[in-house]
T-cell receptor, first 115, second 114 residues
Framework: AQSVTQPDIHITVSEGASLELRCNYS??????LFWYVQSPGQGLQLLLK??????LVQGIKGFEAEFKRSQSSFNLRKPSVHWSDAAEYFC?????????????FGKGTHLIIQP | EADIYQTPRYLVIGTGKKITLECSQT?????MYWYQQDPGMELHLIHY???????EKGDLSSESTVSRIRTEHFPLTLESARPSHTSQYLC?????????????FGQGTRLTVV
């Protein structure tokens, strides 16, 4: 069964600093990979996704993520964070092999932005 | 902007009561999903639907039930609420499989059973 690990429960970053959120997955082949963001009291919004091709994926709000097959990772990055980026970030794995429907989510990383 | 709506946003209810959480989308998506999200935990799929009259159980066992009589509507029902049902419930929809297309999420219903 597929699984997702987000090793950092909380991360604190100063406004304007760079950001990297870690995500590792377990899956038999190359999965579909997603990053979602959840602001307080809101639903989840898709930041970016990887299906195939270029391993560096650009998303909304200035985010990017890089798929590294050798490390089974899909880390999310942003060169300069803004206070509005404070939120919960979820990495997720989809099954392109037609298995059980739905996404498998990590436990999330809570991003705190310091002024 | 996502056009998927959940009501109520917050609900506090007594043990043993029957409740229905509403979810509606105006995008014409065939696939709809219910996730349960506990604080600090990952989202778990509890129900999904491929279209009208189709309902399936997800990875996480749940005492709730769902129905899909209309494409745009996917309500979740608890016949007898218990404190263990306290959680946040998120509804989502997509026009393809959730693993290969973008899913749109509602704002969630935070349920507290006392």
């Amino acid at each position: 069964a597929q699984s997702v690990t987000q090793p950092d429960i909380h991360i604190t970053v100063s406004e304007g600093a760079s950001l990297e959120l870690r995500c590792n997955y377990s899956y038999g082949a190359t999965p579909y990979l997603f990053w979602y963001v959840q602001s307080p009291g809101q639903g989840l919004q898709l930041l970016l996704k990887y299906f195939s091709g270029d391993t560096l994926v650009q998303g909304i709000k200035g985010f990017e993520a890089e798929f590294k097959r050798s490390q089974s990772s899909f880390n999310l990055r942003k060169p300069s964070v803004h206070w509005s980026d404070a939120a919960e970030y979820f990495c997720a794995v989809g099954d392109p092999g037609g298995g059980a429907d739905g996404l498998t989510f990590g436990k999330g990383t809570h991003l705190i932005i310091q002024p | 902007e996502a056009d998927i709506y959940q009501t109520p946003r917050y609900l506090v209810i007594g043990t043993g009561k029957k409740i229905t959480l509403e979810c509606s989308q105006t995008m014409g998506h065939d696939k709809m999903y219910w996730y349960q999200q506990d604080p600090g935990m990952e989202l778990h799929l509890i129900h999904y639907s491929y279209g009208v009259n189709s309902t399936e159980k997800g990875d996480l066992s749940s005492e709730s039930t769902v129905s899909r009589i209309r494409t745009e509507h996917f309500p979740l029902t608890l016949e007898s609420a218990r404190p263990s049902h306290t959680s946040q419930y998120l509804c989502a929809s997509s026009d393809g499989g959730l693993g290969d297309t973008e899913a749109f999420f509602g704002q969630g219903t935070r349920l507290t059973v006392v």
